[in-house]
């Protein structure tokens, strides 16, 4: 669903977004810009999918477990 914005911005910076972007995409432009900053990504979603993935959990999991070792041998 989209929403209607009013912003208000510079004479200079809208005269730009008209020449350099194109009048009827000046919109998208900005959401490119905004969205990785404000959009929250669902993470559950995303981590079932990257569970899902059982060869990249067996190289994680080989991973975790040769880290171990690791930890054993470091000084306190």
Known sequence: ???KLTITIDAEVYDGLHRI????RISRF????????????D???????MAADEAQEA???EWAEGTIGDVAHEAR
Do not use: T
């Open 1 to 3: 669903m989209q929403k």
């Open 21 to 24: 972007i194109g009048r009827r």
């Open 30 to 41: 900005i959401e490119s810009l905004v969205r990785p900053h404000v959009a929250q990504p």
């Open 43 to 49: 993470l559950d979603a995303a981590y079932r999918q």
């Open 59 to 61: 190289e994680a999991l």
